[in-house]
Protein backbone atom coordinates (compact mmCIF):
# COMPACT_ATOMS: atom_id res chain seq x y z
CA UNK A 1 0.00 0.00 0.00
CA UNK A 2 3.06 2.31 0.98
CA UNK A 3 4.54 1.39 -2.14
CA UNK A 4 1.42 2.35 -4.22
CA UNK A 5 1.08 5.71 -2.63
CA UNK A 6 4.64 6.77 -3.21
CA UNK A 7 4.05 6.06 -6.52
CA UNK A 8 1.14 7.66 -7.18
CA UNK A 9 2.71 10.88 -5.19
CA UNK A 10 5.60 10.10 -7.85
CA UNK A 11 3.44 10.16 -10.82
CA UNK A 12 1.49 13.09 -9.56
CA UNK A 13 4.30 15.06 -9.33
CA UNK A 14 5.57 14.17 -12.84
CA UNK A 15 2.40 15.34 -14.42
CA UNK A 16 2.39 18.83 -12.27
CA UNK A 17 5.93 19.32 -13.59
CA UNK A 18 5.09 18.58 -17.47
CA UNK A 19 2.38 21.14 -16.73
CA UNK A 20 4.61 23.93 -15.89
CA UNK A 21 6.65 23.33 -18.27
CA UNK A 22 4.32 23.55 -21.35
CA UNK A 23 3.00 26.42 -19.52
CA UNK A 24 -0.65 24.51 -19.00
CA UNK A 25 -0.39 26.33 -15.15
CA UNK A 26 0.06 29.83 -16.35
CA UNK A 27 -3.08 31.26 -16.17
CA UNK A 28 -1.46 34.43 -17.54
CA UNK A 29 -1.37 32.74 -21.11
CA UNK A 30 1.59 34.01 -23.12
CA UNK A 31 1.47 30.90 -25.40
CA UNK A 32 1.86 32.43 -28.49
CA UNK A 33 -1.17 30.62 -30.57
CA UNK A 34 0.57 31.74 -33.57
CA UNK A 35 -2.25 30.90 -36.35
CA UNK A 36 -3.78 27.97 -34.64
CA UNK A 37 -6.79 30.00 -32.45
CA UNK A 38 -8.99 26.92 -32.53
CA UNK A 39 -7.63 25.66 -28.79
CA UNK A 40 -7.66 29.58 -27.99
CA UNK A 41 -11.47 29.62 -28.98
CA UNK A 42 -11.73 26.14 -27.06
CA UNK A 43 -10.13 27.18 -23.48
CA UNK A 44 -11.89 30.12 -23.66
CA UNK A 45 -15.84 31.61 -22.89
CA UNK A 46 -16.96 31.90 -26.94
CA UNK A 47 -20.74 31.86 -28.56
CA UNK A 48 -21.76 31.55 -31.69
CA UNK A 49 -23.49 34.41 -33.51
CA UNK A 50 -24.87 36.35 -36.60
CA UNK A 51 -23.66 39.85 -37.39
CA UNK A 52 -26.62 42.08 -38.42
CA UNK A 53 -25.16 45.20 -38.43
CA UNK A 54 -21.36 46.85 -38.66
CA UNK A 55 -21.26 50.51 -36.81
CA UNK A 56 -17.63 51.23 -37.65
CA UNK A 57 -14.60 49.02 -38.09
CA UNK A 58 -14.29 47.93 -34.37
CA UNK A 59 -18.12 48.15 -33.27
CA UNK A 60 -20.68 45.49 -34.61
CA UNK A 61 -24.16 44.68 -33.23
CA UNK A 62 -24.27 40.62 -32.95
CA UNK A 63 -27.95 38.06 -32.24
CA UNK A 64 -26.73 35.63 -30.17
CA UNK A 65 -29.51 33.27 -29.44
CA UNK A 66 -32.08 35.83 -29.87
CA UNK A 67 -30.28 38.58 -28.17
CA UNK A 68 -28.57 41.49 -29.72
CA UNK A 69 -25.14 41.95 -28.44
CA UNK A 70 -23.28 45.30 -29.01
CA UNK A 71 -20.12 44.73 -28.95
CA UNK A 72 -16.48 46.22 -29.22
CA UNK A 73 -13.69 44.87 -30.42
CA UNK A 74 -11.25 44.01 -28.02
CA UNK A 75 -7.53 45.48 -28.30
CA UNK A 76 -7.88 47.42 -31.61
CA UNK A 77 -8.78 50.94 -32.14
CA UNK A 78 -10.32 51.88 -35.89
CA UNK A 79 -10.04 55.90 -36.50
CA UNK A 80 -13.69 57.54 -36.28
CA UNK A 81 -16.52 57.82 -38.93
CA UNK A 82 -19.12 59.66 -36.71
CA UNK A 83 -16.89 62.27 -34.81
CA UNK A 84 -13.68 63.99 -35.08
CA UNK A 85 -10.49 61.81 -34.56
CA UNK A 86 -7.74 62.35 -32.03
CA UNK A 87 -4.47 63.30 -34.01
CA UNK A 88 -2.47 62.31 -30.84
CA UNK A 89 -3.53 58.61 -30.96
CA UNK A 90 -2.28 57.16 -34.53
CA UNK A 91 1.48 56.92 -34.45
CA UNK A 92 4.19 56.02 -37.26
CA UNK A 93 6.86 53.68 -36.47
CA UNK A 94 9.34 56.39 -35.75
CA UNK A 95 7.00 58.63 -33.26
CA UNK A 96 5.10 60.91 -35.97
CA UNK A 97 1.58 61.49 -34.74
CA UNK A 98 -0.85 61.36 -38.00
CA UNK A 99 -2.62 64.60 -37.46
CA UNK A 100 -4.26 64.85 -40.87
CA UNK A 101 -8.29 64.39 -39.00
CA UNK A 102 -9.29 64.20 -42.65
CA UNK A 103 -7.06 61.27 -43.67
CA UNK A 104 -8.05 59.59 -40.78
CA UNK A 105 -11.86 59.77 -40.75
CA UNK A 106 -11.11 58.43 -44.84
CA UNK A 107 -9.46 54.99 -43.12
CA UNK A 108 -12.36 54.67 -40.06
CA UNK A 109 -14.91 54.56 -43.57
CA UNK A 110 -12.56 52.09 -45.29
CA UNK A 111 -12.23 50.21 -41.61
CA UNK A 112 -16.07 50.30 -41.60
CA UNK A 113 -16.41 48.88 -45.18
CA UNK A 114 -13.95 45.97 -44.18
CA UNK A 115 -15.73 45.26 -41.55
CA UNK A 116 -19.35 45.05 -43.17
CA UNK A 117 -17.48 42.67 -46.29
CA UNK A 118 -15.66 40.69 -44.02
CA UNK A 119 -18.29 40.53 -40.80
CA UNK A 120 -21.94 41.27 -42.17
CA UNK A 121 -24.66 38.81 -42.25
CA UNK A 122 -22.08 36.28 -41.20
CA UNK A 123 -22.20 33.51 -38.38
CA UNK A 124 -19.30 34.36 -35.95
CA UNK A 125 -17.57 33.36 -32.48
CA UNK A 126 -17.59 35.81 -30.24
CA UNK A 127 -14.55 34.59 -27.42
CA UNK A 128 -13.94 35.93 -24.30
CA UNK A 129 -10.63 37.17 -22.90
CA UNK A 130 -9.90 35.81 -19.43
CA UNK A 131 -7.69 39.38 -18.45
CA UNK A 132 -10.15 41.68 -19.77
CA UNK A 133 -13.37 42.73 -18.26
CA UNK A 134 -16.21 41.11 -20.04
CA UNK A 135 -18.01 44.43 -20.68
CA UNK A 136 -16.48 48.30 -20.89
CA UNK A 137 -18.20 51.04 -18.89
CA UNK A 138 -20.91 51.64 -22.15
CA UNK A 139 -22.03 48.33 -21.47
CA UNK A 140 -20.66 46.93 -24.41
CA UNK A 141 -18.97 43.06 -24.60
CA UNK A 142 -15.61 43.58 -25.18
CA UNK A 143 -14.47 40.58 -27.33
CA UNK A 144 -12.84 38.87 -30.24
CA UNK A 145 -14.41 37.85 -33.21
CA UNK A 146 -13.39 35.31 -35.00
CA UNK A 147 -14.13 34.09 -38.78
CA UNK A 148 -14.58 30.31 -39.63
CA UNK A 149 -12.52 29.72 -42.97
CA UNK A 150 -12.31 26.22 -44.04
CA UNK A 151 -12.22 24.91 -40.82
CA UNK A 152 -9.12 27.77 -39.29
CA UNK A 153 -10.10 30.27 -37.19
CA UNK A 154 -9.49 33.62 -38.28
CA UNK A 155 -9.25 36.52 -35.46
CA UNK A 156 -11.02 39.42 -37.14
CA UNK A 157 -9.63 41.99 -34.55
CA UNK A 158 -5.88 40.83 -35.78
CA UNK A 159 -7.19 41.44 -39.07
CA UNK A 160 -7.88 44.66 -38.82
CA UNK A 161 -4.44 45.07 -37.59
CA UNK A 162 -2.52 43.16 -39.50
CA UNK A 163 -4.67 45.43 -42.73
CA UNK A 164 -4.00 49.11 -41.46
CA UNK A 165 -6.98 49.69 -40.51
CA UNK A 166 -6.45 49.65 -36.62
CA UNK A 167 -4.09 50.75 -34.10
CA UNK A 168 -3.87 48.36 -30.97
CA UNK A 169 -6.13 49.58 -28.26
CA UNK A 170 -3.44 49.65 -24.84
CA UNK A 171 -5.29 47.68 -22.43
CA UNK A 172 -4.98 44.43 -20.49
CA UNK A 173 -5.51 41.30 -22.73
CA UNK A 174 -4.01 37.88 -22.88
CA UNK A 175 -3.24 38.70 -26.95
CA UNK A 176 -2.08 42.19 -26.13
CA UNK A 177 2.04 41.19 -27.28
CA UNK A 178 0.77 39.34 -30.07
CA UNK A 179 -1.20 42.32 -31.21
CA UNK A 180 1.82 44.92 -30.60
CA UNK A 181 3.89 42.68 -33.31
CA UNK A 182 1.22 42.92 -35.85
CA UNK A 183 0.65 46.09 -35.29
CA UNK A 184 4.61 46.83 -35.57
CA UNK A 185 4.46 44.60 -39.26
CA UNK A 186 1.79 46.18 -40.58
CA UNK A 187 3.68 49.72 -39.83
CA UNK A 188 6.96 48.71 -41.08
CA UNK A 189 5.46 47.82 -44.32
CA UNK A 190 3.24 51.04 -44.61
CA UNK A 191 0.24 49.04 -44.65
CA UNK A 192 -3.20 50.79 -44.73
CA UNK A 193 -3.13 54.18 -42.82
CA UNK A 194 0.46 53.65 -42.05
CA UNK A 195 1.16 54.96 -45.50
CA UNK A 196 0.61 58.23 -44.28
CA UNK A 197 3.16 61.01 -45.35
CA UNK A 198 3.13 64.43 -43.51
CA UNK A 199 3.00 66.88 -46.46
Not at 35 to 45: A, L, P, R
Not at 175 to 187: C, G, P, S
Amino acid sequence: MKTLKKYFIFLMLVVLASMSLCGCLNDKTNFNYGSDYNSFVNTHEHYYGKVVKVVDGDTVYVNVNGKLWKIRLLGVDTPETYKKNNPNEYYLLDGTPITNTTYLKEWGIKAKYFAKKQLENKTVIIAFDKEAPKKDRYGRYLAYIFINNSNNLINFNEELLKYGYARVYISDFELRDKFLEVEKEAKEDRVGLWNWHNN
